[in-house]
């Protein structure tokens, strides 16, 4: 990755900075002070830029105009993110071009091809089909991390964020102001990926997610045998175990442990795990619906969604939940209003999907193998790159207000800005877009005194921007050599 100097200073609007070319805007669309349906328009110089994700409800895109913006980046395939993407490309006036990995891609299609089987929204009100999902990828451009690509002045280029598979951090330059968005990241390694680079110089701003606050996670080895030890202790009772969980991420490290678990006792060997998803193998079973399964004795079963709000995890919930044998591993974030959210909390009841209430008896864990970043991997995070502004996104508004709190007593001594924006609130700075000229020959002997004029032949890297007749005795070829 080619180097652009030192990054610009960036500072409040002065009486010296108004001019709009030196303006920066950052406005979320979403997820200003929520998870979810998270969405960032970026305008630098008349640059209209977009990150777009989504979950829910859609981004307030009527806030902006989609045909203004260049470029859009998708960090990666989870639905909070990618969601309203066939919707954007396919049904607003967006003209520019969209970028995502390798991984992300090909597993977006996959996910929104069956988000759109299992919805229960009627076809009249569906936002896109699976035509619109084809047409999308199609507009679709790929991106390998580190490489450098360029659009209308915008360079950008990506790292590895962890959290899952192809997920992506995104670092944008123009005219010298770098910005870096994280998008759900993560600087711890489990059993299937790399933690998060850290980039190797600091932005100017870093957009970054803040999902867990100022809470810390417990050291992996104590959530793995936490996690090993309640669905033994459950299977010796001759209960079952249901795991809600998204069918892709968290899953797939989740099903490694099972599986070398399993591995390593024998005992369990004919207890069946059942996961949701034909990407099962070794110890582990597939399952496709509630009517495939044959609920009889002890079992584990992975299911989506991971909030129980649908689908086969709340169909073996409301199956399971009246039994004290049974159990309920919450295995990370889950958003306010979920019925996952709600049985954390120690409930005596709940309200099934018919209507009617049924007691709650089973027990309920909450054992956090999220691959966001706590409170430690941010303030690290942060530490290592000392961005001279923050914005933070991604998270409950509370949850957010702490870690604003916690981030600026930590920065104090930097003079750090850390601005936690709400949905289609606007963050304006200004810059210096300071420009470097490089000299040869004569204009080359000796320092210019500010003010003074510097007369020669302008030329850009790609254009001649400035055409002057200068008289030259000499061989075309040493001139020719000179100029490169």
Same mark, same amino acid.
């Given at each position: ?139 679709? /451009?790929?991106?390998?991390? *580190?490489?450098? %690509?360029?659009?209308?002045? =915008?360079? $950008?280029?990506?790292?590895? &964020? ?33 933690a998060a680079e850290i980039p190797q110089f600091s932005p100017d701003i870093c957009i ?51 599986? /070398?678990?399993?591995?390593? *006792?024998?005992? %369990?060997?004919?207890?069946? =795990?059942? $996961?949701?998803?034909?990407? &099962? ?204």
């Amino acid at each position: 990755m080619a180097s652009t100097g030192p990054p610009q200073s960036l500072k409040r609007s002065d009486t010296s900075l108004t001019r709009e070319g030196d303006q920066l805007i950052i406005t979320p669309l979403g997820a200003g002070n929520e998870v979810g349906r998270s969405s960032v328009y970026m305008s630098i110089k008349g640059k209209p830029y977009c990150i777009l994700r989504h979950v829910a409800a859609l981004p307030y895109f009527d806030e902006i105009d989609p045909s203004t913006i260049d470029v859009l980046l998708v960090t990666h395939f989870h639905l909070d993110h990618t969601a309203s993407l066939p919707y954007f490309l396919e049904k607003t006036t967006f003209k520019g071009r969209v970028f995502m990995t390798h991984a992300t891609k090909a597993i977006y299609k996959l996910l929104l091809s069956d988000y759109v089987k299992v919805s229960t929204v009627s076809v009249e009100d569906m936002l896109y089909d699976e035509q619109d999902i084809l047409r999308s990828m199609d507009k679709i /451009e790929v991106i390998d991390f *580190h490489q450098t %690509l360029e659009v209308n002045g =915008i360079r $950008f280029w990506c790292y590895t &964020a962890g959290h899952v598979l192809g997920a992506a951090m995104f670092m944008v330059d123009i005219a010298g102001v770098r910005v870096l968005y994280t998008g759900d990241y993560s600087c711890e390694e489990d059993w299937h990926l790399l933690a998060a680079e850290i980039p190797q110089f600091s932005p100017d701003i870093c957009i970054i997610e803040s999902t867990y606050g100022v809470q810390l996670h417990q050291p992996r080895n104590v959530r793995e045998k936490r996690f090993t030890d309640v669905i033994h202790s459950t299977i010796s009772q001759g209960g079952c175990v249901l795991i809600p969980a998204f069918a892709l991420g968290r899953a797939q490290e989740l099903l490694l442990i099972l599986d /070398e678990y399993w591995s390593n *006792h024998p005992e %369990l060997h004919n207890i069946p =795990i059942y $996961f949701a998803s034909p990407l &099962a193998k070794r110890h582990i079973s597939s399952l496709k619906g509630i009517e495939n399964f044959n609920d009889v004795g002890p079992s584990v079963v992975m299911a989506s969604p991971n909030g129980l709000q649908s689908g086969l995890s709340r169909q073996l919930f409301e199956m399971w939940c009246s039994d004290k044998k049974n159990a309920c591993v919450i295995l990370g974030y889950v958003l306010e209003g979920t019925l996952a959210k709600t049985i954390i909390n120690e409930l005596k009841e709940v309200t099934i999907m018919n209507g009617l209430t049924a007691p709650l008896n089973m027990q309920v864990h909450y054992i956090s193998f999220s691959a966001h970043a706590d409170f430690a991997q941010t303030s690290t995070f942060l530490k290592e790159l000392m961005p001279p502004n923050i914005i933070l996104v991604h998270g409950e508004s509370n949850e957010m207000g702490r870690l604003k709190h916690k981030l600026i007593t930590q920065f104090a001594d930097r003079k750090t800005k850390i601005i936690s924006p709400k949905n289609c609130q606007s963050v304006e700075m200004y810059f210096n877009s300071e420009k470097m000229v490089k000299t040869i020959g004569r204009l080359a002997e000796k320092t210019p005194e500010v003010g003074e004029t510097v007369s020669g032949l302008l030329l850009s890297t790609a254009n001649i921007c400035r055409r002057i007749t200068i008289a030259f005795s000499g061989a075309f070829g040493v001139l020719k050599h000179r100029l490169k």
